[in-house]
């Protein structure tokens, strides 16, 4: 059974441009949710979808938006990149629908912001 | 807000004999705590789990143990072995929340 994918692994960008980054979960999970990892501050919770509805979103910026596709593949883009961007953007998912906390983790996308 | 904290950023300890990794948390509304187990360029891998209704899991080497009065958790892991060495991070959950509230992780290494 193939692992959460996750695409681009590394990317570079700099200030004011905006980015995309994708995830393919687990077949049949359809919960997925996304964490950012700096260093010394853990992972921090982003948002989680379930079907294509957003269940609950952490505290960031509006500029950070997210989507799920019919198919449970989702997205998350960040706008107006900021120096502070730069982290570890962790893709997770899970076949539950109620949570346990169990989630299957991707490699993660490296963004550098320049 | 940082509502799971571990205070040992590191923890160093000799092949064979036990690992404890300490955990707090705030929010008495978590009804779930796990821990995860990362190597450098790896995704996080679920290690173990206990439900609030429990004070003691264990699978295998890993126990993980629970005091809700004092909301704390830790992880014994028993005995530590080289490929132990990574990064773990304590995680709380309330299921009706859908969002894992990690820890800042605490590295282990087992030195030979």
């Known amino acids: 059974k193939a692992g959460v994918t996750q695409t681009p692994r590394y990317l570079i960008k700099t200030r004011g441009q905006q980015v995309t980054l994708s995830c393919s979960p687990i077949?049949?999970?359809?919960?997925v949710s996304w964490y950012q990892q700096t260093p010394g501050q853990g992972l921090q919770f982003l948002f989680e979808?379930?079907?294509?509805?957003?269940?609950n979103k952490g505290n960031f910026p509006g500029r950070f938006s997210g989507r799920q596709f019919s198919n449970s593949r989702s997205e998350m883009n960040v706008s107006t990149l900021e120096l502070g961007d730069s982290a570890l953007y962790l893709c997770?998912?899970?076949?539950?629908?109620?949570?346990?906390?169990?989630?299957?983790f991707g490699e993660g996308s490296r963004l550098t912001v320049l | 807000d940082q509502q799971v904290k571990q205070n040992s950023p590191s923890l160093s300890v000799q092949e064979g004999r036990i690992s404890i990794l300490n955990c707090d948390y705030t929010n008495s509304m978590f009804d779930y705590f796990l821990w995860y187990k990362k190597y450098p360029a790896e995704g996080p891998t679920f290690l173990i789990s206990?439900?609030?209704?429990?004070d003691k899991n264990e699978d295998g080497r890993f126990t993980v143990f629970l005091n809700k009065s004092a909301k704390h958790l830790s992880l014994h892991i028993v005995p530590s072995q080289p490929g132990d060495s990574a990064v773990y991070f304590c995680a709380a959950l309330w299921s009706n929340d859908y969002k894992l509230s990690f820890g800042a992780g605490t590295t282990v290494t087992v030195r030979a």
């Open positions: 206990i439900s609030s209704i429990k």
């Open positions: 997770a998912s899970s076949f539950r629908d109620r949570g346990t906390g169990e989630l299957f």
């Open positions: 979808y379930f079907s294509e509805t957003q269940r």
């Open positions: 077949s049949g999970h359809r919960s």
